[in-house]
């Protein structure tokens, strides 16, 4: 990711939000029956957007409808069943939504899965982790590109990532060239790279081979993310944007209820990052949430 100090560029706060969006701005949230899509969701709905509240599991999802018409939030907010990992579903949403919207403006990939409970580092489950959190957030967004209403102002791509899928953490040379390689970097490049970790899982070497060492299948599926945003930040540029947002430790099931902030605190955050003014508005930005600094855009 295209990345900057925070003395290159002041904290994000609520004041730069100046409002440019109304009803008729469609936001995609990908995963919000529960946690951090959930809240982002309440966030949109509550800042005025149109918003598609989109779960892999229906009566899961309509639950989460029922939430929001119980805080009055559910007006502008449309339900569709959706699971990233499942090509026929995502066909399924495309034709939904079609026959309903003709365009969108905010793209939200927020779905995403870990094994793991807090300090565990089990590997059993890595081809179901890299095929959800990254083949199926990219597939969404390829199916998607096409109705993006295109503005360079408003059209946004928003991936939620973690700090723990940052380049740093890979310590494997040869894989870390290919994803520093910016010009070169490319879809096929990227799976290279997920097919060799997956590949080092089969044969049983992984803990060996440099890959990050904390929830190291869900890691190397954000780093797989991160990479994958930057090779759209650098093809779109002037035509949608895209950028990363680490919400930091957040209290939801994936952390066991554990963390340092809530879900509706880390969807402020990433609700400030969607809708930051055209003025400010970023491509190929890793943000990353800091409890004790507000929003930081950070190396
Ligand atoms: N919590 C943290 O500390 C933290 C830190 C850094 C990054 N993040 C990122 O923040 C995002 C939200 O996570 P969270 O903490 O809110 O976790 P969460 O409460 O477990 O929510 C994850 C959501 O993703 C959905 N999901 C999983 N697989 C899916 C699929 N195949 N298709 C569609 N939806 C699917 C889940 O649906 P079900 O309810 O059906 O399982 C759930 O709605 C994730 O991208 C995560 O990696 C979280």
Excluded at 220 to 248: D, H, M
Excluded at 288 to 296: V, Y
């Amino acid at each position: 990711m295209v990345t900057s100090t925070t003395r290159e560029q002041p904290p994000i706060t609520c004041h730069t939000a100046a409002k440019w969006w109304s009803k008729d701005t469609i936001a995609i949230v990908t995963g919000a029956n529960k946690g951090i899509g959930y809240a982002l969701v309440k966030q949109f709905a509550k800042l005025g957007l149109t918003v598609v509240l989109t779960a892999r599991d229906q009566a899961r999802g309509l639950e989460a409808m029922d939430s929001l018409k119980v805080l009055g939030l559910d007006d502008n907010v449309h339900f569709c069943q959706l699971d990233i990992a499942d090509r026929a579903s995502i066909g399924s949403f495309v034709s939904w939504f079609k026959s309903r919207f003709e365009s969108f403006d905010i793209l939200v990939n927020n779905a995403a899965v870990s094994f793991n409970a807090m300090g565990e580092n089990s590997i059993d489950y890595a081809d179901i982790v890299i095929n959800t959190n990254y083949n199926g957030s990219k597939q969404f967004t390829e199916a998607m590109l096409p109705l993006f209403r295109r503005s360079a102002f408003t059209s946004r791509i928003l991936n939620i990532s973690s700090r723990l899928g940052t380049l740093d953490k890979l310590k494997n040379i040869e894989m870390k060239a290919i994803l520093e390689d910016i010009e070169r970097l490319n879809e096929d490049r990227i799976q290279a790279v997920v097919s060799a970790f997956l590949q080092d899982v089969a044969a049983g070497r992984w803990k060996d081979a440099g890959w990050p060492e904390i929830w190291t299948d869900y890691s190397v599926s954000k780093l797989a993310l991160n990479a994958y945003s930057q090779v759209l930040a650098r093809r779109y540029e002037g035509v949608v944007t895209v950028n990363c947002f680490c919400p930091g430790f957040t209290q939801t099931s994936m952390t066991d209820g554990k963390g340092n902030h809530s879900a509706d605190d880390a969807a402020e955050m990433a609700a400030m990052i969607a809708l930051l003014p055209p003025r400010r508005l970023t491509t190929g930005k890793f943000y990353a949430a800091s409890t004790t600094r507000g929003m930081i855009s950070k190396l």
